[in-house]
């Protein structure tokens, strides 16, 4: 039989490309104006977050640059607080910078 969870990793790779996306538009793009990801739906910023998250099972730390890296935990960070919501997981060490960087 099928299995009763399938994860895509690629849609939780692309949701949180997207969601920084939306929040860094550059100067002059056409929906710079709209907000960033707090101008979004919570629908959609729920759906972006649980896509992170189930890619990212759940950032248990020991798969920590496994299966998600600082982007993803960004991402999550950015959707949180656009949800009015703080994620606790501290950024990991980026190669050459502080943590965060």
Known sequence: G???????????STCSLLAAL????????????????ASRGSGLLVLLLSAVAVDCRGFAPELLGVKYDAADVRAAQRV???LGAAVP???PRQ???APGE
């Open 2 to 12: 099928s299995p009763l969870r399938l994860i895509r990793p690629a849609v939780g």
């Open 22 to 37: 939306l929040d860094e538009l550059p100067a002059g793009h056409p929906l710079e104006g709209v907000g960033g990801l």
């Open 80 to 82: 949180c607080s656009a």
């Open 89 to 91: 997981h501290p950024l």
């Open 95 to 97: 190669e050459g910078g």
